[in-house]
């Protein structure tokens, strides 16, 4: 399958995830410009697209490439209302913004920080779900805090809670690019290695490969990242899912599918890897023999 090429005919989001397209989101952007020396941990403020225009737009081309959709503007923290309050951790917030923003007339999507066990008020993410499919929210789904197995634990339990309720709407989910099973409720905030220490929790292009096709076999077809997702990330939901969308991203020009690319290596065993079973089956190792797999959240 070759890299997708020349214009595409330009449609809205609902009109292609009417139609069952699949439309890849894009991902960390505060996280990853704090690696690259642009953004300052703490507030979090985004004052590099000022300061540093390029490296906001060089990242923005990075997801691009790699094969995302949508391209979310940089304004995470860029009000004082954000800076004082967690946002939507409580359903009743999200349905707020979710009746404000229909007055529009534009599709709102909305998406919730909780796991399997709900909002902060103990809401169940089936009720989450229903609250904002009633509110009018044409797309609904999960954000941040949590990593992908997570993530893909809380949108069933969110579809299953719209189907019984008789409603429909669109799924999204964008989860960390991080692994996060021993998070609470505040998800990885509350780890110890927040936020600089939790490179030992990153997942590999294989995982969220797994991640898109259990996405997207649960119905969800708006799939994306968020802190912690890097370009290559991105890339392993757009090869996974490039049989149902029909091409591969631009970037996937120097990745051959499932590390193929290896059987031209000169040693003979990494040649032996450059097949999908192995890197499917790999438990990869942290190198950290003194570590601990798990943490305890300290909220």
Known sequence: MAPAGGPRAKKGILERLDAGEVVIGDGSFLLTLEKRGYVKAGLWTPEAVIEHPDAVRQLHMEFLRAGSNVMQTFTFSASEEKMESKYFEHVEEAVWAVEVLKEFGKPVAVTMCINPEGDKDNVTPGECA?????????????????????????????KEGLGAAGLKAHLIVQSLGFHTPDCGKGGYLDLPEYPFALEPRLVTR????KYAREAYDLGVRYIGGCCGFEPYHIRAIAEELAPERGFLPPASEKHDSWGSGLSTHTKPWIRA???REYWENLLPASGRPFCPSLSKPDN
């Open 273 to 275: 890897r450059a097949k």
């Open 130 to 158: 229903v609250k904002l499919g009633k509110a009018g929210a044409n797309i609904i789904g999960v954000n941040c805090r949590f990593g992908p197995q997570t993530s893909i634990q809380t949108m069933k339990l969110m």
């Open 206 to 209: 294989w995982d969220i490969q």
